[in-house]
């Protein structure tokens, strides 16, 4: 974005910010699709409004840019490097609001279920894989999913077993096909931040627990009614102190060894 803007990154910064939401989709296939909401605001994040030459096609332009160059090292597996980047099929749309959703206008609330729909397929649903760790191998013959989730797990664990794969604990996220980043992550300024989530939700727990329980008062309790429960011992504590008597004859005698 900078360089197409003829900024310096730092510079850039003093007209824009670009922000996003990602999250990971499971195709039928058992590859992992991203779908993610980019956003480009002023300086002040979604408060403030871009300047004029931060336009949605050079965006666009700049998201295809960095989706064909951008590489990220992976394992070397038998001699042989690995990399990883993104594939040929690339997919940018512009959202307005205007016809973004069916023609509704663009809110957070838009946006939030654009993103859920694709957060809540996860690979049980998308493969007919699994919800949970495998323990075993041996597992994968009882159980009731495809025979391509079944090679696709199968893989995973087969790989995780090698010492120079390890590191991936491939084993562990078998039943995710061997993918375990984040299903979701952001920019720390798009929108809210998980902290502050967890901070609303536990104050509406609170607020919850309050209205079904009414205020919270201190409350004293007296007793002011007492009933005679006997005198002696019980049988079982007569008993035990009878036990504890020493023999008749035997206080005060020497022990001999």
């Known amino acids: 974005m900078a360089k197409r803007a003829g900024l310096s990154q ?3 910064r003093e007209h ?3 922000s996003f939401a990602k999250v990971a989709e499971y195709q039928k296939r058992g590859a992992v699709h991203f779908h993610a909401v980019i956003r480009l605001d002023g300086p002040g994040g979604g408060d403030t409004p871009p300047p004029p030459w931060a336009t949605a096609e050079l965006l666009t332009d700049a998201i295809e840019a960095a989706a064909g160059k951008v590489r990220v090292d992976g394992p070397v597996i038998d001699g042989r490097a690995h990399t990883f980047a993104f594939g040929r099929q690339l997919d940018v749309r512009t959202i307005r609001s205007a016809d973004f959703n069916g023609g509704q206008e663009l809110t957070e609330r838009a946006v939030a279920a654009y993103i859920a729909k694709y957060a809540t397929k996860g690979a049980e649903t998308a493969t007919g894989a699994l919800d949970r760790p495998l323990k075993f191998a041996a597992e994968l013959a009882q159980l009731d999913i495809s025979d391509h989730a079944r090679r696709l797990i199968r893989t995973a664990w087969t790989l995780g077993a090698r010492k120079d794969l390890e590191h991936l604990r491939l084993r562990a996220w078998a039943h995710m096909l061997g993918f375990r980043g984040h299903f979701s992550t952001k920019s720390r300024r798009y929108s809210t931040t998980l902290g502050a989530l967890r901070d609303a939700r536990a104050e509406w727990r609170r607020a ?11 409350t004293t309790y007296v007793l002011a009614h007492w009933v005679f429960a006997g005198t002696g011992l019980s049988d079982a504590e007569a008993w035990l102190a009878a036990s504890l008597e020493p023999a008749p004859g035997t206080e005060g005698e020497p022990t001999h060894g």
């Open 10 to 12: 730092r510079r850039f």
């Open 16 to 18: 824009a910010r670009v």
């Open 208 to 218: 919850q627990a309050a209205a079904l329980n009414g205020p919270e008062t201190e």
